[in-house]
């Protein structure tokens, strides 16, 4: 049956620059955010069944309409008058809960393998505007590496580089949900490191590692660690062990550490003490 692998991203910048007051996307946050994608994937399994089903092989991820991919597939259906159904099987890897957008990514694939599925040849635009319905972070990836993209005012830019990067990814017990950590913001100190977006984009494309690393920022983690202080502990104890950073992603609550290779990465894994997953830009 048709296949895909559906891959996370992680954040190593994140402005949360203000709540939109009015326009069709009030209520929402414009963000600055550069994407990288990582070799960490799920595979979604995608093939015609007589009714909608979706089977999952992880305890917690509903298995019904109320799926990011089975509304994915609907939205298919809808738009294009197709009265089949699709039965999608997931195999998950990225954690749930975790700023990896996850779900986002199983949604992206799911609507290409849809398309495939009944031949209907969609363009990028037209695969973009289905998964903005789904959620902010899909379009990205239709395009997947590294880019800028700011959600929901629909800014969504390719960055050219050849950095390769490894990362030491710590999954903790506890999950943020995006109610939470949206629910939690400090209005009064978000977007104050713009600037430092734009150098990491340059940085980026000047394929220079040290600016990139001094250029790591997320203003999720200005509210997220006071609700949840370990999280900040995890990101100190990341960098103590040898990481050349460490920062949440998304809006958490997995901590990503950044080091130059897989040899520094397994040294940094062997000196903590908690279960890690080493993963390198895809």
């Known amino acids: 049956m048709p296949s895909r692998k559906a891959y996370a991203r992680i954040t190593p910048a994140l402005d949360i620059v203000k709540k939109l007051a009015d326009g069709e996307c009030k ?5 600055g955010i550069i994407k990288h994608q990582i070799g960490l994937y799920d595979m979604v399994h995608l093939e015609k069944a007589d009714t909608m089903e979706v089977v999952c092989d992880r305890d917690g991820v509903p298995c019904d309409k109320t799926n990011i991919c089975w509304k994915a597939v609907e939205s298919i259906k809808q738009e294009f008058g197709i009265g089949e159904n699709a039965r999608i099987t997931l195999t998950k890897n990225i954690p749930a809960r975790g700023g990896l957008a996850g779900g986002s990514s199983n949604a992206a694939a799911t609507l290409l ?14 695969l973009c505007s289905l998964g903005g319905k789904l959620g902010m972070d899909v379009p990205y990836f239709f395009y997947g590496k ?10 969504l830019q390719p ?35 713009r600037e430092m977006t734009e ?49 949440m992603s998304g809006s958490g609550s997995t901590i990503v550490g950044v080091v130059r290779d897989q040899r520094e990465a397994l040294t940094v894994c062997n000196r903590v003490n908690y279960t890690t997953i080493i993963a390198s830009t895809l």
């Not at 209520?27 to 963000?31: A, D, K, T, V």
């Open 27 to 31: 209520g929402f946050h414009e963000l």
């Open 199 to 247: 150098r990491m984009e340059q940085a980026l494309g000047e394929n220079n590692y040290d600016m990139v690393v001094k250029s790591i920022h997320n203003d999720f983690e200005l509210s997220v660690f006071q609700s949840h202080p370990e999280l900040q502990n995890i990101r100190d104890t990341l960098i103590n062990a040898g990481c050349h950073a460490a920062f």
């Open 146 to 155: 590294t880019a800028f993209d700011t959600e929901s005012t629909g800014i």
């Open 159 to 193: 960055i050219s580089t050849d950095m390769r990067f490894y990362f030491i990814l710590v999954i903790p017990e506890i999950g943020v949900s995006t109610k939470e950590a949206y629910g939690s913001i400090d209005y009064s100190a978000i977007n104050r490191h």
């Open 113 to 126: 393998l849809a398309d495939e599925l009944w031949g209907l040849n969609l363009s990028r635009k037209q």
